[in-house]
């Protein structure tokens, strides 16, 4: 199995094991020089505490370096992250714990989109304001200051008209087509759209079998076994959709371990999401064949939200991110150059 996450987690274990060590300074300390440091009006460090679901995936750990980068005493912050290990119970106790020091601002990553109403309620009584990145919740809007992420559904809806293009082009637009997907954690919000958006398109082909929906929890490892299971119990699968890149490399390694071929220069279509620069590397070698782009780099874009809210300005609600998708038509070693994670 390549493991290309390996390295990454590595580098952020580390980095949050020093971050966590370097503690909850207050007061001003680390501002060097006037002007540098975004403060808050009274001068002193703004505080933000962040609850980060996991570190399942490269794009989470491009996410969380992205914080971590981002909110720098340099910069006239003070970040409080906790890694909620993929529990959603230690996300509350985070954000509980946020209430408790006080904080400035909250920032969640909801690894599922239920079970967050009492928790943004206490938030929202102690006066802090609550900002989402990259995952929604399913609670009343009174209870966060906005969203700031992907539009999941929009990400599946364009990977099933690419799939219906892709198909037309290769003249295999009545073809009876069996579709297999590996979602993400069940319940997470980036699941839940992509699902849906790709539903939305899949409803208008009769001849698009969706045979089975496997959980690969976002991860190479889950990705590659279910793949292995799905290998085993389908024999005639002609598409394969990844809720995101590091389940489409376990399935990759799933589908040639059982002697079969994908991408451009194989059999089966692989459908991905996220576009890592190590998807890159696969759409180069041709077993990806495209992927559909989710930014994770939401520090700058946290912070500028913040900046707005210091400033007293009011922010717009729901913030998607721009994307785009890349296939194995375009340019790829160019497009790979300028990325950074
Ligand atoms: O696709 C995946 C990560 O929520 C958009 O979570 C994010 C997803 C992303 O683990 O790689």
């Keep these: 199995m390549r493991s290309r996450v390996k390295k990454g987690l590595l580098i952020s274990a580390l980095l949050l094991a020093g971050l966590g060590a370097a503690g909850c300074g207050r007061e001003g300390e680390g501002l060097s ?34 914080f971590v980068n981002t909110f720098t005493r340099e910069n006239g ?7 909620a290990q993929q529990k959603q119970e230690n996300q509350l106790k985070a954000i509980r714990k946020f209430v408790l ?40 809007e009174s209870l966060y200051t906005c969203y700031v992420g992907g539009n999941f559904v929009k990400e599946g809806e364009e990977a099933g008209r690419w799939l219906e ?37 899949l409803e208008e082909h009769d001849n698009w079998n969706m045979l089975d929906m496997r ?22 699968i002609d598409v394969v959709v990844c809720q995101n890149d590091n389940m489409a490399f376990g399935a990759v390694d799933a589908i040639h371990a059982a002697g079969k071929t994908c991408g451009p220069k194989g059999d089966i279509v692989i459908i ?37 809210l210091e400033a007293g300005k009011t922010v717009d609600k729901i913030q998607y991110v721009d994307e785009t998708y890349f296939d194995y038509t375009m340019d790829l070693e160019k497009l790979k150059e300028g990325r950074t994670y």
């Design 272 to 308: 991905s999401f996220d576009a890592v620069k190590a998807a890159f590397d696969y759409m180069i070698e041709g077993t990806i064949h495209v992927d559909f782009e989710c930014n994770p780099l939401h520090g700058p874009r946290v912070a500028e939200i913040i900046q707005e």
């Design 101 to 140: 020091q006080d904080v400035d601002y909250i920032v969640v990553a909801p690894i599922v989109e239920s079970g967050w109403d009492s928790a943004l309620q206490e938030a929202k009584n102690a006066g802090i304001p609550v900002i989402l990145a990259d995952r929604m919740v399913d609670a009343d």
């Design 33 to 66: 020089a006037a002007g540098q440091g975004e403060t808050s009006a009274a001068g002193r460090l703004i505080t933000v505490g962040f609850s980060q679901l996991g570190s399942e995936s490269d794009w989470r750990i491009a996410n969380s370096e992205s």
């Design 215 to 236: 959980n690969g929890e976002f991860t190479q490892a889950k990705g590659e076994e279910e793949m292995e299971d799905l290998l085993a119990a389908y024999e005639d």
């Design 77 to 83: 912050y003070d970040l409080l992250l906790e890694n």
């Design 165 to 201: 293009n892709y198909l037309k082009e290769q003249g295999r637009s009545e073809e009876t087509i069996n579709i297999v997907t590996l979602q993400g954690t069940p319940g997470a919000s980036a699941a839940i759209g992509r699902t849906e958006g790709f539903a939305n398109i």
